[in-house]
């Protein structure tokens, strides 16, 4: 039971390139999101979704988007990088009952030069 | 729009001390949630708390919970140099629908010899 997985751990993207984060969680949660972590802020939601097929903005989700085509995976794209976009990202999945704990991946880190 | 401040920022303290981290929030909640970051790692949880009054306890660690006081506190006892990291608490402003949390800046801890 791997739990929560993301790909890659780091990378380094010029100005206006694009990816994608992959995040992968193979408990059968309902609900997964995306989290960036910058110094000292704590942690700030992205997106999340509560299911295939359905997604919807968190706090910050501007230069962002996602998709959930399946339960285990929600990729985060990033579209015309750019350096505000220099972070760590966490991914997360919960399950639909309680106790609602989120168990998080290992996080990527994200360098925008 | 949900606030959760953390007090203090930054924690020092001497081994075998005891010391309280405290968590306020600014709207209805009851379920509230306790991570810990080591330096470079992902989030790990801690503690749930999911009702009013509600105390966990976990080797030197406990938390509790006031609702009606918005008041979350993690006390620390006799801490070690193994303590020493960043804790976060989270609380959840979906309304009990979709469990988005929303973190504090987090408390960085440094446990001395």
């Known amino acids: 039971n791997a739990g929560v997985t993301q790909t890659p751990k780091f990378r380094i993207l010029k100005i206006g390139q694009s990816m994608t984060l992959q995040c992968t969680q193979d408990m059968n949660h309902n609900y997964m999101y995306w989290y960036r972590q910058d110094p000292g802020m704590g942690l700030k939601l992205i997106y999340y979704?509560?299911?295939?097929?359905?997604?919807d903005k968190g706090e910050v989700p501007n230069g962002y988007n996602v998709s959930r085509s399946t339960t285990e995976d929600f990729p985060l794209r990033l579209e015309l990088a750019a350096p505000s976009q220099t972070s760590v990202y966490f991914c997360?999945?919960?399950?639909?009952?309680?106790?609602?704990?989120?168990?998080f991946g290992p996080g990527t880190r994200l360098t925008v030069t | 729009e949900l606030k959760v401040e953390q007090n203090p920022l930054f924690l020092s303290m001497q081994e075998g001390k005891n010391y309280t981290i405290y968590c306020n929030y600014s709207?209805?909640?009851?379920?509230l949630y306790w991570y810990r970051q080591d330096p470079g790692k992902s989030l790990e949880s801690l503690f749930v708390?999911?009702?009013?009054?509600a105390v966990k306890q976990e080797g030197r660690l406990m938390a509790s919970l006031d609702t009606k006081a918005r008041l979350s506190t993690l006390h620390i006892t006799a801490a070690v140099h193994d303590l020493s990291a960043t804790y976060f608490c989270?609380?959840?402003?979906?309304?009990?629908?979709?469990?988005?949390?929303?973190f504090g800046k987090g408390t960085l801890l440094t446990v001395n010899p």
């Open positions: 709207t209805t909640s009851d379920r």
């Open positions: 997360a999945s919960s399950t639909r009952t309680g106790p609602y704990e989120q168990y």
């Open positions: 708390l999911l009702s009013n009054g």
């Open positions: 989270a609380v959840d402003n979906s309304g009990g629908s979709n469990y988005k949390l929303t």
């Open positions: 979704s509560v299911g295939a097929g359905i997604t």
